[in-house]
């Protein structure tokens, strides 16, 4: 090789795109160290060396938005929802919400949190303890704090953390050679859980949504948006510069603070469907659903009929009658069921049609209901302009039906 | 039946005259009992698939990695490779339930039908009781692009063999290692099916993944032994040692037992002895498929694009009564459950013909076959050994033949069937260490593990490592700290790296529907130029379109669906300048150069010519941006003594022409015999006169007079006659031996006559303006073709200057230096020449 051509000039006309090397201003470093920004962090010592922690206390009930960070509440259901082990109710301050600030969303070996944020119940109130990489190399000593700090606990809450951030966490303990402690804590994802209750009335259901929709409260403008926070901490590494972290820091406390609220919604809305806290008819079907997975069949039915009575778009309405309709024949109450299916067979729903015409067939062998029903069913279908897929399969099990009905009316009119 | 048909060949003399025809006797094969070492499920397992008894490569593949060492296996098709790694693998999970191995094939399809194999093997042990994984459903887990997301976690914790492939190593499974810790931990054995396809850059990137692969082994603890299996190639302990940076043991020699096999090379008849014009290779393989199927014996036929197949295809089908359910097509782009059904089709019999790409040559369990047809050399001696591989069975004669076509590499082989049949195959050549793919996997690698400044990575020196590290933390992925360099980018790497391309920019294929846009493939971004420039015409699966436009900010080129009765041919510019030499030696006749060049393309225009008739229909200008290669080159420049010589014997045509003192009046003269009237367009002259265009080139006649007589002249407009001089551009010596390195070059390393580019200069800039004919690599940075070029460059004149000599041909041909003109003039002479001066010294 030409000895006078440095690799980067070979490199660049081989066509590889290096990019303008960044400028390193170790200047700023001293000018804007992440400790003048938070004057209250903290150095904390960990056999691998130190990991920068910011601390936080709210008083006890603190309000986010219209959620209150109270520490007395039963959180059993959510606990089963998340199928946890435990048969009792745990207690707040054994819950750990955690979410976590990485270099990037590719996911892989190469993405690390560069911040935990924790919060916790404590006698002060709601505490929320930021850990902080002053540079990759901080990442055992991270660890390290880590561990020590989950030990009181039993159950990680987060939000998404199921795919995401304990994964990662895994993934970090690993590469550290370290044991990582989250095999053996219990964990609820919220992020699941406000997929099923806000479907059907929130489009996005991120946690900044939820925060806007459901605890209706905004942030200030030191929030940074999430997509923003791997650059600003690469430029950090690069400059020094700790400033524009704040809006970082900013960003994970109020995810935390906003976890623990929702916890503390979702929970009240569990505890108290009918009561005041639950907001909207879209809700509160949603609720009857998960009662319904929770095998709360009580709870289940109260929602339905709120729901029902309180108003609801005509699509969701239908789609509700059928629903409860189904929870009823799966109890047997058979009065109940053919009460929603005759209500919803008067908006046309052919499924109800053929659910009455099944049920006139078999249960009551009253084969001239059955056919008058499952023709009703056949007329709604063929009303409907749009050839769906299903409407297809509907059609067919019809015909089918009807077929079978018409030849056991025969054979009764035989009979007899 | 195969009988009778070879005994009517040989009996005909019109056959025999255009043929070579070698036999390989039986082989009764050498057999050994089971090592006494081998664990009794493993033993009870052989004994339920009906064997009793082990070839002696087996068992002598089984000694060596019980001695601990890395094994690379080279034998001919069908000799049971792979049993040579199951038995060690197997016996070692039966003896330690958490023992794990990785099995990399080079394709989906290998990976799922040896899993299939293999699992078809075990199910006949599980039913012996003492098999002790026999209770585990999920011993062999395919991982690949097709394994759904649903079933992976599974396979990641469950899996003790894991069968994937190169790419999926690559970008699924090392970025995401933790979830694989427990894998990594217990890692036994890696397996490397069918390496000889690891050449080239596709090779050059494997190393650098198996690089990744033992640093992240080696962070789980672990130490896998290697066993590899390659086709028989001239260098399978370099290439296998190159790809694992470890050495091996090799084991080579074959003891499983073969039937007479009968090697035909058969040069289609010549149809215009002048041009050394020959019938075409797909016709007479389609004929004499056709004779073989009649007489009700199944075969292969061996063709080289995935377009050639169908078009084979279907000529097979028009020209005779064929049941379609007989005769298929095999190619990439069939989706795998058809392709299962074919091999199926092979093996039970009900397919008599398939019409096949490579992608049947890499070791695809079908059994033997009857008869192997080749329409055309396969590029290289290891391919067409494989490839004829196929036909024969164990104990039965077999048949395979090459039809040669006209390329000279092909009509070299006819002259010289010693090559094929007694040379050692080709060497398959990767360089690891290729500055491009070299940087791409580090990465990967600084993504999946920091680096810190004591790591190694391969044989890369630790200055050159860290310099590259520092590169990479000047650009802001890397950052340092604490002596480590921590990945620092909100990037995936692996995801932009295809590993088998070495740039890794490419350039969409969008086509325009009325009901939406739709990308039908990719073409990496150097070939875009002159492959989607705008107008050009694109092929694609039968369909043809035409290239609306290009664009090179957003690396798309959008299409539309036409129905065209031409196709175009790209004009390109090539200009090269030299970056420095590693390497010269002074030759007889001139000097030797190996180095680094950069090489500027750019396109100029296109050629529109009809399908039918190959006519010129047009020829458009078109002016693309240059494109600029750095690579590697090797280049020879002709001294001053040999030009003279040349010009002595009066064939050195490149000094400027001379037309003489009475060309002006000659001109005018012509030019009014020609009422002013261009004699191909039709056009008259206008303002300026039109030219007087030489039928026969000026250059080709020893006195002006001669030259300038008046039936060699002919009046053309200026665009008619740059069409004409371009047709009748006198190919020099120079452009002969150009044409004839090139095209032979291959032949010595096991690469593909595209991987090569050919380029001369009569005043060449960087070579003390000398003539100089320069063979250069289409690989960025190169993967040493080149430096083996110029260690083998007197081999390489000698067979040039032989294949030049045994050409039938009486003024250059395809097969030799190159087409002849339209008007049949050659540079065969020049360029016998050049080459008798050259090759000098090795007689002398």
């Known amino acids: 090789m030409d000895s006078s051509e440095s690799l980067a000039d070979k490199l660049k006309s081989l066509g590889v795109h290096l990019g303008l090397p960044k400028n390193y201003l170790p200047a700023a470093k001293l000018s804007h160290p992440i400790e003048q920004l938070f004057p209250n962090g903290y150095e904390e010592p960990t056999s691998f060396g130190e990991i920068f922690v910011v601390e936080n206390t709210y008083s006890p009930n603190y309000q986010q938005g219209n959620a209150v960070l109270t520490s007395e509440t039963d959180t059993l259901l959510i606990q089963k929802w998340a199928k946890l082990s435990a048969t009792e109710p745990y207690r707040q301050n054994k819950f750990l919400f955690l979410d976590t600030e990485t270099s990037g969303l590719a996911g892989g070996t190469g993405t690390y949190p560069f911040m935990v944020g924790l919060g916790y119940y404590s006698e002060q109130g709601f505490t929320v303890v930021q850990l902080f990489m002053r540079s990759p190399k901080d990442e055992p000593a991270l660890l390290s704090s880590l561990s020590r700090r989950i030990e009181p606990f039993e159950v990680v809450v987060t939000f998404n953390g199921k795919s995401f951030d304990i994964p990662i966490l895994n993934t970090r303990h690993i590469l550290n050679g370290f044991f990582s402690p989250f095999k053996t804590l219990e964990h609820i994802d919220l992020l699941h859980l406000s997929r099923q209750i806000w479907r059907n009335r929130l489009r996005d259901r991120s946690l900044g949504s939820l925060e806007k929709e459901v605890l209706q409260m905004s942030r200030d403008q030191l929030e940074t948006p999430g997509w923003l926070v791997p650059q600003i901490y690469f430029d950090y590494l690069k400059t020094g510069d700790a400033r524009p972290l704040k809006g970082v820091f900013y960003h994970n406390e109020i995810d935390i603070i906003s976890l623990a609220a929702l916890m503390n919604y979702i929970n009240n809305m569990l505890l108290y469907p009918i009561a005041e806290n639950v907001k909207s008819a879209l809700d509160m079907i949603a609720l009857a659903k998960v009662f319904e997975s929770l095998g709360l069949i009580d709870q289940a039915v109260l929602c339905y009929e709120s729901g029902l009575t309180q108003g609801l778009p005509t699509d969701h309405f239908i789609h509700t009658l059928l629903s409860f309709a189904f929870l009823y024949r799966k109890r047997g109450n058979w009065e109940q069921a053919i009460k929603l299916w005759e209500k919803a067979s008067e908006y046309g729903q052919p499924q109800a049609c053929i659910e009455l015409a099944k049920y006139y067939e078999h249960s009551q062998k009253d084969y001239q209901q059955a056919q008058i029903w499952a023709e009703q069913g056949f007329a709604f279908l063929s009303r409907d302009k749009e050839e769906h897929f299903k409407n297809r399969l509907l059609q067919k099990d019809l015909t089918h039906r009807l077929n079978r009905i018409k030849k056991k009316t025969e054979r009764t009119s035989r009979h007899a | ?844």
């Open chain 2, 1 to 844: 039946m195969l009988k009778n048909i070879l005994s009517s060949w040989s009996s005909d003399p019109d056959f025999l005259k255009n043929c070579y025809w070698q036999v390989e006797q039986e082989y009764s094969g050498c057999f050994d009992d089971f090592p006494p070492g081998l664990a009794s499920p493993v033993k009870t397992t052989l004994q339920k698939m009906g064997i009793r008894s082990l070839y002696a490569h087996q068992i002598k593949c089984w000694e060596a990695v019980k001695a601990g060492n890395n094994v690379a296996i080279s034998t001919t098709t069908a000799s049971g490779k792979s049993l040579c790694y199951n038995l060690p693998v197997l016996d070692s999970m039966s003896r330690d339930p958490n023992s794990r191995a990785l099995y990399i094939f080079p394709t989906k399809a290998l990976a799922q039908d040896q899993q299939q194999n293999l699992n078809r093997a075990l199910s006949l042990a599980t039913q012996s009781s003492e098999f002790s994984f026999r209770s585990s459903d999920h011993l062999i887990g395919v991982y690949d692009g097709d394994t759904p997301q649903s079933k992976r976690p599974e396979i990641r914790t469950k899996a003790r063999l894991l069968f994937t492939n190169p790419d999926m190593l690559h970008t699924a499974i090392l970025p995401h290692h933790t979830l694989w810790a427990e894998f990594f931990q217990h890692l036994r054995y890696v397996v490397l099916d069918e390496v000889h396809s690891y050449r080239g850059v596709f090779g050059s990137h494997v190393a650098n993944v198996i690089r990744r692969l033992k640093r992240i082994s080696g962070f789980y603890g672990a130490h896998p032994q290697k066993i590899l299996t390659s086709a028989t190639i001239a260098n399978p302990n370099e290439l296998s040692s190159r790809l694992i940076g470890e050495e091996v043991t090799l084991i080579s020699q074959s003891g499983s037992p073969r039937g007479k096999k009968n090697f035909i090379l058969y040069n289609p008849p010549l149809l215009n002895e002048e041009l050394g014009i020959r019938a075409s290779a797909v016709s007479e393989s389609i004929r004499l498929a056709s004779e073989l199927l009649a007489r009700n014996i199944q075969l292969i036929f061996f063709t080289r694009s995935r377009r050639s197949v169908e078009m084979t295809l279907r000529r097979m089908a028009s020209n005779h009564s064929l049941n379609p359910e007989d005769t298929r097509g095999y190619r990439s782009g069939y989706t795998p459950r058809v392709r299962r059904q074919i091999e199926n089709g092979l093996k039970n019999g009900e397919v008599k013909a398939v019409i096949a790409t490579n992608a049947l040559e890499l070791g695809v369990d079908i059994g033997g076959i009857d008869a192997v047809i080749m329409a055309g050399y396969p590029g290289t001696i290891a391919a067409a050994r494989q490839q004829a591989g196929r036909a024969g069975r164990r104990f039965e004669e077999g048949l395979a033949i090459l039809v040669a076509s006209n390329s000279p590499l092909d009509q070299y082989l006819f002259q010289n069937p010693a090559f094929l049949f007694e040379n050692p195959p080709e060497k398959a050549l990767i360089n690891p260490d290729n500055l491009l793919v070299l940087l791409h996997h580090l990465r990967c690698a600084a993504f999946e593990l920091p680096f810190d400044e004591n790591s190694l990575y391969g044989s890369v020196s630790p200055e050159m490592l860290n310099d590259l590290l520092a590169i990479l933390a000047q650009e802001g992925i890397l950052y340092l700290s604490g002596g480590k360099y921590y990945w620092m980018a909100d990037q995936y790497p692996a995801n932009k790296i295809s590993l088998r391309t070495a740039t890794s920019d490419s350039v969409s294929l969008v086509v325009q529907h009325e009901d939406g846009n739709k990308i039908i493939g990719q073409v990496d971004a150097t070939s875009a130029h002159w492959m989607v420039h705008p107008g050009a015409v694109y092929l694609h699966e039968w369909d043809t379109y035409l290239v609306k436009t290009l664009d090179l900010e957003t690396n798309t080129a959008t299409l539309k669906a036409s129905n065209l009765d031409y196709y175009t041919e790209p004009r390109l510019q090539n200009t090269i300048e030299c970056i420095n030499v590693i390497k010269d030696s002074q030759v007889t006749g001139g000097t030797n150069n190996f180095g680094e060049v950069l090489v500027t393309t750019q396109l100029i225009g296109y050629k529109q010519i009809q399908w039918s008739t190959n006519i010129v229909l047009n020829n458009t200008d078109l002016l693309l941006p240059p494109t600029n290669l750095r690579t590697t080159a090797f280049w020879l420049t002709l001294n001053q003594d040999t030009t003279n010589h040349l010009l002595n014997l009066g064939v050195w045509r490149s000094a400027p022409n001379n037309y003489g003192n009475l060309w002006p009046r000659i001109r005018d003269q012509i030019r009014k015999r020609d009422h002013y009237q261009c004699q191909v367009c039709g056009e008259f002259e206008e303002q300026r006169p039109f030219h007087v265009h030489h039928k026969i080139p000026f250059k080709l006649f020893a006195r002006q007079e001669l030259a300038n007589q008046p039936d060699n002249l002919i009046t053309l407009c200026p665009k008619c006659h740059r069409a004409a001089e371009l047709s009748v551009r006198v190919r020099s010596g120079l452009a002969g031996l150009s044409h004839l390195l090139r095209h032979l070059a291959p032949i010595f390393l096991m690469c593909d006559v595209s991987d090569l580019g050919a380029h001369m200069e009569y005043n060449c800039p960087f070579a003390n303006h000398q003539p100089t004919v320069i063979i250069y690599e289409q690989v960025p940075a190169g993967i040493g073709l080149c430096r083996e070029i110029f260690n083998n460059y007197e081999i390489l004149v000698a067979s040039a200057l032989q294949r030049v000599k045994e050409c039938a041909c009486m003024d250059g041909c395809p097969a030799c230096v190159g087409p002849a003109g339209a008007d049949g003039l050659g540079a065969k002479e020049e360029t016998t020449v050049i080459l008798d001066v050259l090759a000098k010294t090795q007689q002398d």
